[in-house]
């Protein structure tokens, strides 16, 4: 059963590809109950300013944070950074190279959808982004929106998947760079979502190795829409390298019901939660 959770580390905005501004993300945590939440936006930090002045209207704390992709290997891996200095040198040139890379994939992904018979695909998947950080849900929603599929899932599994033919890899900064600049900004590496790459055990513990030996501090135990499978692989990855443990729905869209804000499971008590060194002010077990 998932339950009120007060701390929720890893949600999105219309800053990258969720549905919600910012501050109509930090209103809806407040109103689930969350007390300590972290917008982690995919490679932007350009909606915390105006989470935070909602975070402050609400009497919630605001944790900064941050999703970065990262290559490993011939795969991406999604690194979640908290307590970052959004304004850090080495953070905001690491975001200036991941903005580049997206906009660079966006024109190959245009250029394969065109070659597909998809209309304006750039300029659609830009309507759709506005502001936002570029990505593939901007494209699945404009191929929604023109009739060429039905929805996101499909968008995903016909054309914007690994494997399908608008795919194109993108060229994110490496796993060593990445958590590097999270540290360097001084915040926490998370490895994201463990059990969502589709990964063996194998190939998920030569992940969890190779992001421990990077610099990575934590792992997501807790995340939305996993059962108890989920949480166990995770768990037992934490506990072999000796990883904190993180908790976050990744909520990108309220009509997404079974990743809400703050409706999570709790931590197994046997873990060392990432907020254990946490001042006060932002300490989930403390704010409330
Ligand atoms: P990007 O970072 O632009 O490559 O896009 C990755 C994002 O696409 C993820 O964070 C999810 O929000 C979304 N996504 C990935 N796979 C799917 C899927 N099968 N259906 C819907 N959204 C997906
Ligand atoms: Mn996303
Ligand atoms: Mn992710
Ligand atoms: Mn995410």
New binding site residues.
């Given amino acids: 059963m998932t339950q009120a959770s007060v701390v929720d580390l890893h949600c ?1 905005s219309t800053a990258s ?1 969720g549905a919600l501004a910012p501050a109509a993300v930090v209103e809806r945590a407040a109103g689930n109950g969350v007390r300590v939440l972290a917008l982690t936006d ?1 490679d932007t930090v350009a909606g915390l300013a105006s989470a935070r002045a909602a975070a402050r209207a609400h009497g919630i704390v605001l944790v900064d944070g941050l999703e970065l ?1 990262v290559r490993w290997g011939g795969h991406t891996l ?1 690194i979640v950074g908290l307590r970052v200095d959004p304004e850090a040198d080495v953070l905001r040139e690491v975001l200036a190279r991941q903005l580049a890379a ?1 906009e660079d994939r966006a024109e190959r992904i245009a250029a394969k959808l065109r070659r597909a018979g998809v209309e304006a695909p750039l300029e659609g998947a830009r309507r759709e982004a506005g502001e936002g950080a570029i ?3 901007h494209f ?1 929603r404009h191929l929604v929106a023109c009739g060429v599929v039905d929805s ?2 499909a968008a ?2 016909r054309y914007l ?1 690994r494997g399908q033919r608008a795919h194109v890899a ?1 060229r994110w900064v490496s796993l060593e760079e990445g958590v590097a600049a999270i540290r360097a900004a001084g915040g926490q590496a998370v490895l994201a979502h463990p059990t969502k790459y589709g990964f063996t055990r194998t190939l998920l513990r030569r992940a969890c190795e190779a992001f421990h030996g990077a610099g990575g501090e934590a792992i997501e135990v807790i995340t939305g829409g996993g059962g108890p499978g989920d949480v166990d692989a995770a768990r037992t990855r934490a506990e072999q390298y000796g990883l904190l443990a993180s908790v976050g729905s990744d909520f ?1 869209d309220p009509e997404r019901r079974w990743n809400d804000l703050g409706r999570l499971r709790p931590l197994p008590s046997s873990l060392t939660p990432v907020w254990q060194s946490w001042p006060a002010g932002c300490h989930p077990e403390v704010v409330s």
């Fill in positions: 999105h590809d995919h992709s999604h997206r990505g593939r849900v699945a996101l899932q995903f599994r998947r993108c990108h």
